[in-house]
């Protein structure tokens, strides 16, 4: 899901959902409690993994250098360097069941370690060459496997473990 961005044109009169300035946090705050609202729900709580990805790019997390972790470009790319870093910061804050509550982590994750989970609970250890490859953790260092073992019987299509 996204929020309404301070500079995004569908939202008319409508109070921005972001926490970005020049936006006031009270809309992105708002847009959060009512995600969690849902979350928390009886029913849906006992069988939730929710990634937050607080991407606020250039705020209280830029003072730490990015882990260098060069990346070549794709195939035919119109550009020939590649990245040398992850970029900026993403916090991120994992919400479930499945985490044990209180809990802090500090291993490497990107983006791609949610795709390395799915690729390990559903696609038999793999995701893609370059997700495999990404020298970062899965979701599921965060995350019970026994926990889990019931959500992947469940999301398995037919005649798959």
């Not at 020049?22 to 729900?41: D, I």
């Not at 705020?59 to 020939?80: C, G, K, L, Q």
């Not at 990245?83 to 809990?103: A, D, H």
Request: aromatic residues 10%.
């Amino acid at each position: 899901m996204e929020p309404l961005y301070e500079d995004d044109y569908r939202r008319n009169n409508r109070q921005a959902t972001d926490d970005h300035s020049a936006a006031p946090l009270t809309g992105g705050q708002r847009f959060l409690k009512m995600v969690w609202e849902a979350v928390k729900s009886p029913g849906t709580w006992e069988n939730v993994v929710w990634v937050l990805y607080y991407d606020e790019h250039g705020s209280i997390f830029d003072h730490v250098m990015p882990p260098a972790i060069p990346t070549p470009p794709p195939p035919r790319a119109s550009y020939s360097d590649g990245f040398k870093t992850l970029g900026v910061r993403v916090p991120s804050i994992v919400v479930s069941p499945f985490v044990q509550p209180e809990s802090i982590c500090s291993k490497l994750f990107d983006h791609t370690s949610v795709l390395k989970f799915l690729g390990e609970k559903f696609g038999g250890g793999k995701y893609s060459r370059f997700v495999d490859g990404r020298p970062v953790n899965s979701l599921s260092e965060v995350l019970s496997d026994t926990a889990l073992a019931p959500l992947a019987q469940v999301v398995a299509p037919p005649g798959e473990p």
